[in-house]
């Protein structure tokens, strides 16, 4: 029996070719002659179908070297066809269970070359970080999502038919089949695990590497923002462009965001936000003094970005950032075979025409954010970030269709309440992998009630039924998209036909989970808020919330507080900051918070004294407690 014949999916067969050519061979086998089929005695298949063309495939080739007599150069119809007609012969029955961790380095050497192997080995000794998601019954393909792309393991035990998404694919299913080789070495047999493999086995802060990016922060701490100058921003984007050099994805991406922070205030731009600059400063020395894996604190030395072959996306709507005179749309896209999500960000122009109208990856916004995209031309970054070529040609959008219903997991959620225990054992945001799409998640609908708007604070909320559980959807409005909550509220109270799904971050909260959406789909049709115009709809108006919530009052003080005293700089804080501080220290505590309360204590006595190392230490101490007790409380 070839069991690499009965283990090819209808998926595993559309990702050899596409699922076109899979309809049309099933449907010619359902409709004409059965073809016959012929086993060698060694296990080679012939077909030979009833208008004559035969189709032959030897034992130990992939599906890709079978031969045809048509006149078709790639994998054809008629190949398909083989498969399909063996498996009719000899029955679907599932292969048992495997795991792509059995092939030997021999068998990886000698079908990728020793070239490959070391080149794999290299990335090996740094370290990388890996979602293994082994096969089933139901599904029985293995995957494996690395940094730079996704591998599948289309039928068992033949490597000829593991797959993978970047350019540099055979070294990715080199590190793949390490992966679930040391996944089963350390007893990691679950369905789908998480974890580092590989690196040097010592702690991040023996090698962070971040030396550099940690001296000119501790300047900026101490000089205050107000007081940087270009060359000080020119000396930061340097220090970003060699940890990213250096392999040292997640501290390289908090310099670059730091220094847009500092452009943006030195050009007086609305997007410089005190607090978010004093969470990037607090990020990069988090990193730099955490003991976690190197991989997930500093990231791996794979490159920075990785070319895709062909890769299907789906569509999962849209959000607008920036400014009126600087918009920027970030599109959000999932890989229907693994389930990863990645994003599409682009500055858009400005002008009369609509948000949904302007240009997007060769496209408009409005048909990028609600189609499926095929490309050739994609390339993407560790963090997530994908940018599509400027060769039409090579990327096609088409309507998106029920396409979402057919997403697996992780992206599609199939039990809410296992996603927040999911979160909530994450490991704090400051020192995990920077991936940008993280909590994007797609929630089927089973019920909408509680839809109201918020005046006092400009948010749409309604709470949803969903799979094991409810989840609060919450959005608040936007100058850039000013029809997007009365769009928001039409498509879940069903004005659009039933609410199917919907998309967006998903984020937990004291009350529950929090989904801050991107796109509905109805019976009808598919909604993106955030590109919607016309009238205003008519939504009940709620009294505002008489819960009180003192840790989150008193944490938004305590942290607006520490992100203003860098703002003028530790050197010589302004006079307001102590009073300010202790008004924050007597908050925390009142809040029962009394861990914080010490922190941010020391720090304001430290800021009276004259060691003002001894004041960036207790500044960072306490930064680090109040983001980290804000994120998990």
Known sequence: MRADLLGLTPEALAAVANRGLGKRAAKELDTGPPPEVTVEDGGAVTVRFADGTVAGLP????????????????VCRHRIGLVLAYQREFGAAPPPPWSPGTFTDAELTAKFGARVVTAARRTHRSGYTVRLRRGSPADPVARADLPTGTVAFLA????????????????QVVLAVWAFREAEQRGLTGAEVRFEVGGPGEPATTTSGVAGAIALTGQLVLDGVRHTSPAFSAALRRAADELGAAGLHWPAAAMADLVEQLDAYATRGAGYQAVRLAELVTEIHARHRATGPRAAVLGSEQ????????????????????????????VFLAEPGSGTVLVARQSLSTGPTELAGRRFAGSTLGAFATANVVSEAAVRDARGLVRFGAHRARTTVSPLGNAWASLPAPVLVADLGALGSELGELPPRLVRPRIEAEHVRMVPIAGVSALSYHPGDQRLAALITGPGGTATITRTHHPLCPAALDCLAEALSGVHGRPRFISGTVRRHRDGLLLDPLAVLTDQRVLVPDLATGPAHAIPTVAPEQRPDPLGLALSAATAVTAQAIHHGLRDPAPATHTALAAAVTALSAAGLPAAAADLSAFAAALLGADRQLAVDTWLRAQIRLLTTAEFR
């Open 156 to 171: 068992p035990g033949d490597l000829g038919y593991a797959r993978a998404d970047g350019a540099a694919g055979d070294e």
């Open 303 to 330: 490159a920075t970005s990785t070319p895709l072959r062909r890769v299907r996306l789906t569509s999962l709507g849209c959000r607008i950032r920036g400014t009126p005179t600087a918009p920027v749309a970030e």
């Open 59 to 74: 034992v130990g080739a992939a599906l890709t070297a079978a031969s045809c007599t048509c006149a078709a150069t790639g």
